[in-house]
C-alpha cells in the first residue's frame, strides 16, 4: 500500500516533444505528490508538486495531471529540451498527518534527443 | 528554501570498518531524513532522524547498523557500520521546509 509505481522506466523524446511519465499509487492517505529531477552526480530537486484538492497543476513547460479517483497523476514536460534529460522521480506523501517522508517511485530515465 | 551539504562526498572503504556521513543544513529544517539509492534506482528511506532522540527506522533497517544523531536542528550525521560490499550505495540526507523536501549532492560509498 505504500508503494507508488511509475512507468516508463526510460523515455527518448524528440527536442520539441511532449515528454509524459506516468505514476499509480494506492494508499489513499497520500496527499502530496511532488516530482523530482535528478541530474547525475545531484540529489534530487523539487520540480513541481500537487495536492489532492486540484486536478492539474501547471508552472512553465512543466505540468502535473492528477486523477483522484484513478490513483494516478503524471507529469507532463512541453516542448522538451535537450537540458531537460535527467531522471524523474513521482513520490507521495502524507502531509495531513506529518508524516513528511517520501515514498519515491522507481524512475523514468528521460532522454530528449536534439 | 534550503541548502544541504554532505560530506564525504564519496569514499572507498575496507569491509568491517565503519564511515559517518555528515548533513548539514543552512537554516532551520522541520524533518531530517536519510535515504539510501542505488546508482540507476530509486531512493529507499532509511530513518527519519529525530532532534535530540533515536531516530525512526524503516522497515529492514536497524539502529545498529545505521546509527544517526542529530544534535541540533540543522546537523546530522548517519553512520555505516560494519561495511560489507552490499552497502556500497548512495546515501543521501533530506530536510524538509513546510512540504517541499531538499536533498545533499549525495555520498558515494564503495566498500572493497
Known amino acids: 500500500q505504500q508503494q507508488v509505481k511509475q512507468s516508463p522506466q526510460s523515455l527518448i523524446v524528440q527536442k520539441g516533444g511532449i515528454s509524459i511519465i506516468n505514476c499509480a499509487y494506492e494508499?489513499?492517505?497520500?496527499?502530496?505528490f511532488p516530482w523530482y529531477q535528478q541530474f547525475p552526480g545531484k540529489g534530487p530537486a523539487l520540480l513541481i508538486a500537487?495536492?489532492?484538492?486540484?486536478s492539474e497543476k501547471k508552472e512553465g513547460r512543466f505540468t502535473i495531471s492528477f486523477n483522484k479517483s484513478a490513483k494516478q497523476f503524471s507529469l507532463h514536460i512541453m516542448d522538451s529540451q535537450p537540458g531537460d534529460s535527467a531522471t524523474y522521480f513521482c513520490?507521495?506523501?502524507?502531509?495531513?498527518?506529518?508524516?513528511?517522508?517520501?515514498?519515491f517511485g522507481q524512475g523514468t530515465r528521460l532522454t530528449i534527443n536534439p | 528554501s534550503a541548502v544541504i551539504s554532505q560530506k564525504p562526498s564519496r569514499d572507498i572503504c575496507q569491509r568491517g570498518t565503519s564511515l559517518t556521513i555528515q548533513c548539514q543544513v543552512d537554516?532551520?529544517?522541520?524533518?531530517m531524513f536519510w535515504y539510501r539509492q542505488q546508482p540507476g534506482q530509486s531512493l529507499t528511506l532509511i530513518a527519519t532522524?529525530?532532534?535530540?532522540?533515536?531516530?525512526?527506522?524503516e522497515s529492514g533497517f536497524v539502529i545498529d547498523k545505521f546509527p544517526i544523531s542529530r544534535p541540533n536542528l540543522t546537523f546530522s550525521t548517519l553512520t555505516v557500520s560494519n561495511m560489507s560490499p552490499e552497502d556500497s550505495s548512495i546515501y543521501l540526507c533530506?530536510?524538509?521546509?513546510?512540504?517541499?523536501?531538499?536533498f545533499g549532492q549525495g555520498t558515494r560509498l564503495t566498500v572493497v
Open positions: 500537487i495536492r489532492p484538492d486540484v
Open positions: 513520490a507521495a506523501s502524507m502531509i495531513n498527518q506529518g508524516a513528511q517522508k517520501l515514498v
Open positions: 533530506s530536510g524538509t521546509v513546510l512540504t517541499e523536501a531538499f
Open positions: 537554516s532551520q529544517v522541520t524533518m
Open positions: 532522524a529525530n532532534q535530540g532522540s533515536e531516530a525512526t527506522y
Open positions: 494508499n489513499t492517505a497520500f496527499d502530496y
